[in-house]
């Protein structure tokens, strides 16, 4: 996740009512690292959306489908990242019934950095 926590720290997404160069790059890397990061961790079936500066998708481990969602990048700070207080600007993911469903279980949230499963591989053991 080096390069995506780079992108985030360079900060300045500029807003704009297209999809920009800059974020269709920080959603391709992001893709990229995620995908090798939840495959460490025996995530399947890795799926991602790119919606207007958001990111979300599905991924399954031990046959539970798991949903994930990075919020509006625009004005992304990476400091914020370090404030253990601020669920803002970090990833979400909860349990869900399949890839269909956006309104799953209890939200919990992980920070964007290189090792990132370890902060959610606890959740993937006891459910």
Known sequence: MKQTVALIEAGGFVSSSNTTEQFKNFFKTFKKEFT????????????????????????????????????DVRGLDYRILQNPDSNMYKMMYREAKDYKDFTGGVNRYAKIRTDMSADMCWYFKIV
């Open 36 to 71: 090798k990061e939840m495959q460490g961790v025996g995530a399947t079936d890795i799926v991602f959306n790119r919606g207007h500066f958001y990111v979300s998708g599905f991924f399954t481990i031990d046959n539970q489908a798991w949903y994930f969602s990075i919020p």
